[in-house]
């Protein structure tokens, strides 16, 4: 590999609610923390495989009916009494 073309990484702690993890990543942050003696940057993540729906089996409910049914059982009595 070629000598000073790869950016510099750093221990970094990630979080995630109330999981965390120590990984290394090119990014830097404000707050630290020590683990085992090493400074470690502290990134939050706002979603990771502890949180995301599709590693943690949690269906969020989708509407399966498809549009013009949806329009239909809101607006279908409007459209038959503008016709009276």
């Not at 510099?8 to 702690?13: A, E, G, K, S, W």
């Not at 993890?21 to 990771?48: A, E, L």
């Not at 409910?61 to 279908?76: H, I, P, S």
Request: net charge positive; aromatic share 10%.
């Amino acid at each position: 590999m070629k000598e000073g073309i790869h950016p510099n990484v750093y221990p970094v702690l990630f979080v995630d609610g109330d999981h965390e993890w120590v990984g290394i990543s090119t990014q830097k942050t404000n707050q630290t923390r020590t683990i085992n003696g090493v400074d470690h940057f502290v990134v939050n993540c706002d979603i990771s495989a502890f949180s995301h729906p599709f590693y943690t089996g949690q269906k969020r409910l989708v509407d399966t009916a498809g549009r013009v049914e949806k329009f239909m059982r809101r607006y279908g009595n409007q459209l038959a009494n503008k016709g009276k």
